[in-house]
């Protein structure tokens, strides 16, 4: 069965400063990945994904993932942090090629400090 | 353009009611998904459902939960009889079509059993 790992239940850093939040993934199958985020008192929303073809993945705001099949990892980042990006950041892995099952990690928490 | 619309956003029940939670997908939305995050722990998946069709209730406990999309009106996540460990946020989510890798989340219903 398929299930993820964030490591860093909270990541602080400065504003301007690189955004790095970790996620490796288990998966018995070709993975599907996703990256969703949830500002306060907002639904989660789909950040970028990896399905298939090129392995480093640009979504919406600056971030960006790399799949590394050797790494078993998903990495998400950002290469300078703003204030509006302090957020709880989810990675998942599909079950199904529908996408409707995805497994979630625990999330992790973005501080972003002046 | 309203997002996925959940009510109650909170939810206080003693052991042994019921609780009904509601989501009203997106506009043009026919496909719903409930999600269940427990304490400490990432989203899980719960249920698919149609209009009118349960498509995959793989993640849903068998006894005293139940989930229903009638032709009109919203998706209703039933739990009977509740006990403290049915604590805990449920999300909604809604997609136009399957296998997009796209869902688009709620705020989640947060529910807690005295």
Known sequence: AQSVTQLGSHVSVSEGALVLLRCNYSSSVPPYLFWYVQYPNQGLQLLLKYTTGATLVKGINGFEAEFKKSETSFHLTKPSAHMSDAAEYFCAVSENTGFQKLVFGTGTRLLVSP | NAGVMQNPRHLVRRRGQEARLRCSPM????HVYWYRQLPEEGLKFMVYLQKENIIDESGMPKERFSAEFPK???????I????RG???AYFCASSPQPNTGELFFG???RLTVL
């Open chain 2, 72 to 78: 009109e009106g919203p998706s209703i996540l039933r």
């Open chain 2, 107 to 109: 705020e989640g219903s």
């Open chain 2, 86 to 88: 049915d604590s805990a």
């Open chain 2, 80 to 83: 009977q009889q509740v006990v």
């Open chain 2, 27 to 30: 506009k043009g939305h026919s």
